[in-house]
């Protein structure tokens, strides 16, 4: 990706955090940029094109968190626990410094899980190479992995609206290890 198009990306997101989608043009999104509207159009036809661009860095955000942790050389219970709560923190990071784009998020709700769409088979398929591992080291009870891996990602994407919206108390912050715990009683191993 040229380094213009990330630069109208970033431009593009600041300013639907600020204003919201509906309000930006993407003669403001040209302006904001200091690129004329002809440079804009080179690399997007319509505002609905930039807005999936800028869902898309985003959730390479959370994608790249995820894959930090995949990659630490933890024990399995650890990997799994880093995942949780950096899947967590990511999407807290990802809303709170996108403002009123926030909104737009949730009305476009069906669009954004379109985007996602695959960057949740990556985490899933993250998530289930954890369990594997867990399962061959006798860390995690046996199980299929396959299963097990949607099971915990949809409750932890279940987790995000709530935790979103911020309609969970601030002991919930403070609580994630106790959710994660929650996870590990019925899945892994007791010695």
């Known amino acids: 990706m040229s380094n213009t198009k990330k630069m109208l990306i ?13 309000e930006v ?6 302006e904001a940029s200091k690129k004329g509207r002809r440079t804009l159009y080179t690399y997007f036809n319509n505002k609905e ?6 869902i898309d860095k985003e959730l390479e955000h959370l994608l790249d ?10 024990e399995p219970d650890v990997k799994l626990t880093n995942h949780i709560i950096a899947h967590l923190d990511a999407i807290k990071f990802i809303v709170t ?14 669009e954004v899980e379109r985007t996602r769409r695959k960057v949740d088979l990556k985490e899933i398929e993250l998530i289930r190479n954890i369990l594997s591992e867990g399962i061959e080291k006798k860390v995690f009870k046996r199980m299929d992995p396959e299963l097990s891996s949607l099971i915990l990602f949809h409750a932890l994407k279940g987790l995000e609206v ?16 106790s959710i994660v715990e ?3 009683r019925g899945i892994k191993r007791t010695r």
Do not use: W
């Open 10 to 22: 970033e431009v593009a997101r600041v300013l639907f955090s600020k204003n919201g989608k509906k």
């Open 25 to 30: 043009t993407m003669n403001d999104i040209a």
């Open 49 to 54: 094109e930039i807005y999936k661009a800028v």
């Open 65 to 74: 968190q995820l894959k930090i942790v995949s990659a630490q050389d933890t």
């Open 97 to 110: 410094r996108n403002g009123s784009l926030r909104a737009d998020f949730f009305h476009d709700i069906y």
């Open 162 to 177: 709530p935790y979103i919206r911020q309609n969970i108390s601030a002991e919930f912050e403070k609580n994630k290890n």
């Open 182 to 184: 929650f996870v590990f």
